[in-house]
């Protein structure tokens, strides 16, 4: 460890403006990567089901 | 051997194969990523000239590599599609460009302010920097060409020609620190040199680049199978399995 304690890394020396806001915004966007391939995929699933289900709707009323 | 090259672009047999993948991908990628994270913020020795600021590398470093591999991923489909009509190539090209300008923007953001504190100002219009904005452009015009067409396959041809175009950009990104003065620094990993750092430092920065590599392999495949089943969503397979799943 090359800090003496938790403060000590959360200061970074005084280097605390520049080291967290960096790391911060290339986690977060992988975080975002991440969550937005997960959620285009659940809604692609969810629209497909619904046109399915409204196509067996229109082809019933129409029997 | 045409055969097999067919199979590996069929949609269909693609989605089916790499979804046993995701799993391994994604959980290796956060393994790397957090082992990384906490080695190069905490363990890492400090810089003896730029003492903590430079733990910044192990994110910047990484987003510029994938930044430039992912635009050689781009050139490569776009061959692929070009010459065999590969629709599968396609689909990749449009999810790895969005990622591919996240990546560059990383890169452009950390470098800023990774800049404040070491060269005293957070842009230079020096040869390394210019090329990577020019890179992003290039990014952001394949994105929006690719969408400007009201038929799809015109979009995804202007976006190929435009990704192979662009692709001359690379080596110029590359050898931009030798070819001009620079206050950027010299590449740190070569295949011919040792890394100019100690071990304890370069060491996180090859799991990061690693880390960031299996990131990019995982929402990439699990993005060209979103892309899949929107192309195909009127195909008899991709219809059953919507059912299946809710």
Same mark, same amino acid.
């Given at each position: ?6 403060? !000590? %890394? /959360?200061?970074? +020396? ?16 992988? !975080? %975002? /990567?991440?969550? +937005? ?21 229109? +082809?019933?009323?129409?029997? | ?246």
């Amino acid at each position: 460890m090359s800090f003496e304690s938790v403060s !000590a %890394l /959360l200061h970074m +020396h005084g280097y605390a403006p520049y080291v967290w806001p960096a790391w911060g915004v290339a986690l977060g966007a992988l !975080a %975002l /990567l991440a969550l +937005h391939a997960r959620y285009e995929k659940r809604q692609l699933l969810r629209d497909i089901e619904r046109r399915i289900r409204r196509e067996r709707v229109n +082809h019933d009323t129409q029997a | 051997m045409w055969q097999i090259v067919h199979k590996l672009g069929s949609p269909k047999w693609f989605y089916r194969v790499s979804g046993p993948w995701l799993p391994w991908l994604w959980s290796l990628s956060v393994v790397l990523l957090v082992i990384g994270t906490v080695w190069g913020l905490a363990f890492a020795p400090a810089d003896y000239q730029q003492g903590d600021s430079f733990r910044i590398i192990y994110v910047h470093v990484p987003a510029a590599i994938l930044a430039q591999s992912c635009f050689a991923l781009l050139a490569i489909c776009a061959v692929i599609f070009l010459v065999w009509r590969i629709k599968l190539a396609d689909m990749a090209a449009t999810v790895a460009a969005p990622f591919g300008a996240a990546m560059t923007f990383v890169a452009l953001f950390t470098g800023s302010v990774w800049g404040i504190p070491t060269w005293g100002t957070w842009w230079v219009w020096d040869a390394r920097l210019t090329s990577m904005l020019i890179l992003l452009f290039l990014y952001l015009g394949i994105i929006a060409l690719r969408g400007a067409f009201t038929s799809r396959d015109s979009g995804s041809r202007a976006a190929s020609i435009l990704a192979l175009v662009g692709v001359i950009n690379l080596p110029i990104i590359k050898y931009s620190v030798n070819w001009w003065n620079t206050l950027h620094q010299p590449a740190t990993f070569s295949l011919t040199r040792q890394p100019a750092m100690p071990a304890e430092m370069w060491l996180p920065l090859l799991v990061m680049v690693l880390g960031f590599y299996m990131f990019f392999a995982a929402t990439v495949t699990f993005r060209t199978r979103n892309e899949i089943l929107r192309r195909e969503s009127r195909t008899r397979w991709v219809r059953e399995l919507a059912e299946k799943t809710h």
